[in-house]
């Protein structure tokens, strides 16, 4: 009886472990590095919103914002959210001392 029971559940199991292998685990990755992306973005870097809208990060702020240059003296505030790719990375400032 207790086999039985077992070789029941046994095909749910195995949906559930190919599920996540093919669809949860791929797409917590990718919201992972998406985070990383947005973490390293800094003043500088050329970036393409989800809108589509491509610009260059004029200044990083605190709470979560970015100002893009999408023209010249075309500023506009970005939530960091909605990034969707990091075009070109500008090179760290080199520290003075």
């Known amino acids: 009886m207790q ?3 077992i070789a029941q559940f046994l095909p749910l199991i195995l949906i559930f472990a190919i599920m996540y292998f093919l669809l949860i685990r791929p797409q917590q ?4 590095d998406h ?5 390293a973005v800094r003043r500088g870097d050329q970036v393409v919103t ?3 809208i491509i610009g260059k990060v004029s200044k990083v702020k605190e709470d979560g914002e ?17 990034l969707a790719n990091v075009i ?9 001392k």
């Open 3 to 5: 086999g039985n029971a």
């Open 29 to 32: 990755k990718k919201a992972k």
């Open 35 to 39: 985070r990383a992306m947005i973490d």
């Open 50 to 52: 989800q809108g589509g």
């Open 66 to 82: 970015i100002e893009v240059e999408i023209a010249e003296n075309v500023k506009v505030r970005v939530l960091k959210g909605t």
């Open 88 to 96: 070109s990375k500008t090179e760290p400032a080199a520290e003075s």
